[in-house]
T-cell receptor, first 114, second 115 residues
């Protein structure tokens, strides 16, 4: 079956702009989590969605938001981009039925803010 | 609060040599433990996981990890490293609190394999 698909793979934006990233989970998976990966901070949890509801949120400013659609696809939006938002954004999907469900990661979207 | 420590930022081993990557966690109870591998420009791939039971866990690509409760450790091992194992390895801890799952990743260990 198809894996987790993230689009676009690469993105270059200017400071102050906003950006939307997309994640299509594995078919049948209802949980989607987003992570930010940077060389300095490592992998940091952004938020998790399950059945269109945000279940958990990390310590990121309100400029970072997300949503999940009825087909489990998820989008992440970052408004008023800052240079420090340059990162690899990873999406992971899982069945979401508890901790013993494996998370499958997409290849990520590499965002560069100039 | 839970935390994960991977004390080795970078490790270099010769091809064919054995490998051990260290991971220590901090949590009041037994968490769920994972090891992921990330190749350059790629997402994370699950190598193995521990939930309960046998403390020695076998994973893909010949990796194994041992959970030691007394040491709060979950070290990753491989008896003979291949050049294709060069990548970054992440240890992760998942816990369940207040109705929500929380996953915390370590800072990663970059593995370099020399001929």
């Amino acid at each position: 079956k198809a894996g987790v698909t993230q689009t676009p793979r690469y993105l270059i934006k200017t400071r102050g702009q906003q950006v939307t990233l997309s994640c299509s989970p594995i078919s049948g998976h209802r949980s989607v989590s987003w992570y930010q990966q940077t060389p300095g901070q490592g992998l940091q949890f952004l938020f998790e969605y399950f059945s269109e509801t945000q279940r958990n949120k990390g310590n990121f400013p309100g400029r970072f938001s997300g949503r999940q659609f009825s087909n489990s696809r998820s989008e992440m939006n970052v408004s008023t981009l800052e240079l420090g938002d340059s990162a690899l954004y990873l999406c992971a999907s899982s069945l979401g039925q508890g901790l013993n469900t494996e998370a499958f990661f997409g290849q990520g979207t590499r965002l560069t803010v100039v | 609060a839970q935390s994960v420590t991977q004390p080795d930022i970078h490790i270099t081993v010769s091809e064919g040599a054995s490998l051990e990557l260290r991971c220590n966690y901090s949590y009041g109870a037994t968490p769920y433990l994972f090891w992921y591998v990330q190749s350059p420009g790629q997402g994370l791939q699950l190598l193995l996981k521990y939930f309960s039971g046998d403390t020695l866990v076998q994973g893909i690509k010949g990796f194994e990890a041992e959970f030691k409760r007394s040491q709060s450790s979950f070290n990753l091992r491989k008896p003979s490293v291949h050049w294709s194992d060069a990548a970054e390895y992440f240890c992760a801890v998942a816990t369940y609190s207040g109705g929500y799952q929380k996953v915390t990743f370590g800072t990663g260990t970059k593995l370099q394999v020399i001929p």
